[in-house]
């Protein structure tokens, strides 16, 4: 019997994790950490409201075999250093509060925006390939330079078992951010000349392989993604909105004046995450794990369109 801690247990990330986790027998408790509750909450889970930052949450690890850390920005913030400070200083936060309190695991969700988007991007990045995050978006910065602290951690610390995933977009009928923001959306502009491909994990399937990291032992980095990449112009068709091309310097201007007025859930940050492919490898995975995503890119975007049934 085992006890997990989890941070940004109110996240999607967690939403699904956590019936898994409930039904598990071999899970005794669940520490949840996060600044509100979460949406579901089990019987196992004792939630403690609190910022990453916080040091006392090193008292919340005691009697931890698992921590899960989740607890990151997605949404863009205006105030990108508290953003920043959240991500970076928060993950530095929770690794030092696990200092003398015993855990042996620790799980943490990266990104595929870690190798960042490139014209010179080879189809089917492995894990290996180089970390060059997009330099003028928070989320890709911010995920390498918190996945280099884990290094450090972990050749500090060689006894720890660290698993790192690489997801990609994750979607699905419980997903609620500004990329689901924007797939709802009536009218969305595209990139002019430009139609990267796009691949989506299903929340079912990322919920599995967190669930399967924290019960069994799979150090390592792992890219984790949906099959068949498709191209946006193709998703948006599927979503039914109307798509309007637009030059990359006019897209990138009109998204920082309008996420200034709060009228856009982004600024240039992610269109320039859009300008070109970022699609992975996930042969690792599938060895290591013994099992390959259930949804495609395209069932996965379906699921979630299903679950919006636009008017």
């Not at 996060?34 to 930052?53: A, E, G």
């Not at 450090?152 to 997801?167: A, K, M, N």
């Not at 019960?215 to 112009?233: K, L």
Request: hydrophobic share 40%; charged share 25%; net charge neutral.
């Amino acid at each position: 019997m085992s006890v997990v801690a989890i941070t940004g247990v109110a996240s999607y990330f967690a939403y699904g994790l956590l019936p898994l986790l409930e039904k598990d027998p071999r899970i005794e408790k669940i520490v949840g950490i996060d600044i509100k509750p979460p949406r579901r909450t089990p019987s196992k889970l004792s939630f403690h409201k609190m910022d990453v930052r916080d040091p006392a949450i090193g008292s919340l690890f005691e009697g931890a075999d698992t921590v899960v850390h989740l607890a990151f920005i997605v949404d863009e913030m205006k105030d990108k250093a508290l953003s920043r400070s959240i991500n970076l200083e928060g993950t530095r936060n929770v690794l030092s509060g696990l200092e003398g309190k015993g855990v042996r695991k620790i799980v943490y969700t990266s990104s595929i925006a870690s190798y960042g988007a490139h014209p010179d991007n080879p189809q089917g990045l492995t894990e290996d390939s180089p970390l060059r995050p997009t330099q003028d978006c928070y989320y890709s910065v911010d995920k390498v330079d918190v996945e280099n602290v884990f290094q450090q951690y972990r050749e500090g610390h060689p006894d720890v078992i660290l698993t790192i995933f690489r997801p990609c977009l994750v979607f699905g009928p419980n997903i609620q951010n500004m990329f689901s923001k924007m797939f709802e959306s009536k009218v969305v502009p595209s990139l002019a000349g430009k139609d990267a491909s796009v691949q989506f994990l299903h929340e079912d399937d990322l919920s599995k392989a967190l669930h399967q990291a924290i019960v069994e032992d799979h150090p390592g980095i792992f890219n984790i993604a949906g099959r068949d990449p498709v191209p946006m112009s193709k998703l948006l068709k599927l979503s039914g909105s109307l798509s309007i091309p637009v030059p990359a310097r006019l897209a990138k201007a009109s998204a920082n004046f309008l996420f200034r007025l709060g009228l856009m859930p982004f600024s240039q940050a992610w269109v320039s995450m859009q300008e070109y492919p970022i699609t992975v490898n996930t042969a690792r995975f599938e060895k290591e794990f013994g099992w390959a995503p259930s949804h495609s890119t395209e069932e996965t975007f379906r699921s979630f369109l299903a679950s919006r049934k636009k008017g």
